[in-house]
């Protein structure tokens, strides 16, 4: 798997503030993900829109697997809504989990978005014959 974007290009160009181990973790995944949906076509003559799409894509996925601890602690650490004595019964609120992960579908869905914003006028992203 062709890494698209390096640490250097990411600080220097892209401007990211994401620390250096985690973006040589989820680097591999964002070039991935911007290789699946250019078709693993060429890129000659598009790099740099290449590296700032897979950038961006990085980004993202930082965030969404930063929500994911969120919501690990957060399902552990559950808040007791109410409380019954007679029957015993117990509620937890459920609605920050829920909101975690529709932000998390809500940030894999912007990764096509962010995609498209860096490639849409190179014509890599042509899905034609």
Known sequence: MTKYADYEFYIDTYKGNMPETDFDKL???ASYEVQ???FNRNITGYEEEIQLATCSVADILYKVEQ???KKNTTISDKTLKSE?????SRTFDTASVNDIETEISNLKTKIIEEIRVYLLD???LYRGV
Not at 84 to 88: I, K, L, N, T
């Open 84 to 88: 019954s004595v007679g029957d015993y």
């Open 122 to 124: 190179t014509g890599l």
């Open 67 to 69: 929500l994911e601890i």
């Open 36 to 38: 699946k949906n250019i």
């Open 27 to 29: 680097v591999i995944r």
